[in-house]
């Protein structure tokens, strides 16, 4: 009996003993926790998330308790937990308000502008480009109520050939100078031939250029020269100009036998007076001449074209 009755009285002196040890134990090496962060603990949902950045919501606790964090991170809780964990902190808490996003306007297609003119004459134009230069600007601006209300007014008018070159303007042509004629853009070239271009070239284009430019001046003194030099063919290719027409770079013309055929007739019908034209002349350009009404040299010319008298005749005028 006293075999099975030492060992129990051992066990159980040594378990008193042990449990004494353990709770002084407790008792003397026992971590101070702040009361708030077991009061925020008991407060979140306890999801261990960490969507708020912390280690699970003991981590979130303890952060907001002692390191400062924000208290409106928990996304489960969302403000009402914000708003227990702010009165355990003893502070108001705001939280943060979202932002809706704007709309996005939408992006107007511009029409791509063609550089072709509206079919609108030349004195329309002068007497509408006022209306005509507000619907563009307003049309380009996207500024449909600017636009609409200079249709509205055209409608009320009655102005059904503006409203129609207002539909062209839509339509991506533009309004023309008023100043200059009226010409739709063409990529016809003239009909001269590869050699009168290759000869005239700069010629032609400072008559486009000034042209172009609106240099009457400038264009109507490179008529006059040719008029002076009798230059009817680069007057005809002036004309074409005046027409829309381009001058074509040489270097991808093939010859025109029409062209170069007619060139030919000319160049015989007037081939004695240039080559008498060609002893007092001056070049300007590129082979554009201009007489300079030398009498001396005409006589001289005259001379030699005569035949040479007989002898007797010699003989009987002296």
Do not use: H, W
């Amino acid at each position: 009996m006293e075999a099975i009755i030492m060992p129990v009285v051992v066990l159980g002196i040594t378990g008193v003993l042990m449990g004494l040890f353990l709770a002084f134990a407790s008792k003397k090496f026992e971590v101070e926790v702040d009361p708030k962060v077991e009061a925020i603990l008991a407060v979140l949902p306890g999801a261990n998330c960490g969507a708020c950045g912390f280690p699970g919501c003991a981590g979130y606790a303890a952060g907001v308790a002692l390191e400062g964090a924000k208290m409106t991170l928990c996304a489960p809780g969302g403000p009402k937990v914000a708003a227990k964990i702010g009165d355990i902190m003893g502070v108001a808490v705001e939280m943060p308000v979202k932002k809706k996003p704007t709309a996005k306007k939408p992006v107007e297609k511009k029409v791509v502008q063609t550089g072709e003119p509206i079919s609108a004459s030349q004195e329309f134009i002068e007497k509408n480009k006022r209306m005509l230069m507000k619907f563009k600007d307003a049309f380009d601006a996207g500024d449909k109520e600017g636009y609409e209300k200079l249709e509205n007014l055209a409608k009320m008018a009655k102005k059904e050939e503006l409203l129609k070159y207002y539909e062209e303007i839509k339509a991506g042509k533009i309004v023309p100078d008023g100043s200059a004629p009226v010409v739709a853009a063409s990529a016809n070239p003239i009909s001269a031939t590869k050699e009168f271009v290759e000869k005239n070239k700069r010629m032609l284009m400072k008559f486009k250029e000034a042209f172009d430019a609106g240099d009457k001046e400038g264009y109507e003194k490179l008529e006059n020269l040719a008029k002076m030099a009798k230059k009817d063919e680069l007057l005809k290719y002036y004309e074409e100009i005046k027409a829309g027409k381009i001058v074509p770079d040489p270097a991808t013309m093939a010859d025109n036998p029409a062209a170069k055929e007619e060139a030919s007739k000319v160049e015989t019908k007037v081939g004695d007076s240039k080559k008498q034209e060609a002893a007092y002349c001056s070049t300007l350009g590129d082979g554009l001449c201009v007489p300079e009404q030398n009498e001396k040299t005409k006589e001289d010319l005259k001379k030699q074209a005569e035949p040479p008298k007989p002898a007797e005749g010699t003989e009987k005028d002296k």
